[in-house]
């Protein structure tokens, strides 16, 4: 009998509708009910010593809120400040106390809310995305072509990010 991955299981439970964004010539796809807002990229704030992908904090409305740069973050070259640049404020898990973690990630571009029937989502592939398969929730076939939907709590831990820090360091 063909079990069902843990990953597609997951699915069966998640929205079906996406905020769909772009990194260089992929698209890339965030469950809507992550997402909090989407503002226009804005100077941030530097902080010495943080992990490579995070490129600062902003202020959002009076909190302080870290922008990850989605393409480092994937082990790609950071791309370069457009006008299309958004920061798109996403909601992951919970921190230590229990708080929702709040994150700004920088995207080369916003393109759409899509819908996605499950029947069109495949489970991760195993090699020839460039991506960690563990960032990836699934494959949906939307128009002919290919969206990578992105297992929000996992590409956007900031605790893997400061391990990872912290093994470059020693």
């Known amino acids: ?63 302080v809120v870290p922008v990850m740069d989605m393409q480092v973050r994937f082990g790609r070259a950071s791309s370069p400040t457009t006008k299309r640049t958004c920061i798109v404020i996403v909601e992951t898990g919970t921190d230590g106390d229990g708080e929702p973690q709040v994150l700004g990630v920088l995207v080369d571009s916003v393109n759409e809310v899509i819908e996605i029937p499950p029947a069109d989502i495949q489970p991760p592939p195993s090699f020839g995305t460039g991506l960690r398969s563990d960032f990836i929730q699934g494959v949906g076939k939307v128009r002919g072509g290919f969206v ?21 360091s020693v």
């Open 148 to 168: 990578l939907l992105l297992a929000v709590d996992r590409a956007l831990s900031t605790e893997v990010l400061q391990a990872l820090s912290d093994v470059a």
């Open 1 to 63: 009998m063909n079990q069902a991955s843990p990953a597609l299981a997951a699915l069966a439970a998640d929205p079906l509708q996406y905020l769909t964004f772009m990194l260089g010539s992929d698209t890339f796809a965030i469950g809507i009910l992550s997402i909090k807002e989407i503002i226009e990229y804005e100077t941030l704030t530097t902080i010495p010593m943080a992990p490579p992908a995070i490129r600062g904090v902003i202020n959002l409305r009076g909190a």
